[in-house]
């Protein structure tokens, strides 16, 4: 069983930046394959960013490429998600989540993964 735990959400103003930080615990990082997804109020989950388990590929929704970076610290068993120039449409409960994998593949589904966190809030404000 892996449990995921997302941390350093909060409320921020429009052009600001944020960190995300999610730890796991349960098993090796460096098995999964590892996405951030965000669902804001009355929408549907969208995929953000997905990280291979090496952390050498990935991948990233184009409303955000160019101003977020996935990475990863395997020896911390930490993904990461630095959001830069936040705009009022980013906020939304954003959510991590990993699924185990052999391949150096990322996913962009939320099928594709077996375990989640419990979200973290992020608030952008005009």
């Known amino acids: 069983q892996v449990q995921l735990v997302e941390s350093g959400g909060g409320l921020v103003q429009a052009g600001g930046s944020l960190r995300l930080s999610c730890a796991t615990s349960?098993?090796?990082?460096?098995?999964?394959?590892m996405g951030w997804f965000r669902q804001a109020p009355g929408k549907e989950r969208d995929f953000v960013a997905a990280?291979?388990?090496?952390?050498?590929?990935?991948d990233y929704a184009d409303s955000v490429k160019g101003r977020f970076t996935i990475s990863r610290d395997n020896a911390k068993n930490t993904v990461y998600l630095q959001m830069n120039s936040l705009k009022p449409e980013d906020t939304a409960v954003y959510y991590c989540?990993?699924?185990?994998?052999?391949?150096?593949?990322?996913?962009?589904?939320?099928?594709?993964?077996?375990?989640w966190g419990q979200g973290t809030q992020v608030t952008v404000s005009s």
């Open positions: 989540a990993a699924t185990w994998t052999s391949s150096g593949n990322y996913y962009r589904g939320g099928e594709n993964y077996n375990y």
């Open positions: 349960g098993r090796t990082n460096s098995n999964y394959a």
């Open positions: 990280i291979s388990r090496s952390g050498s590929r990935t």
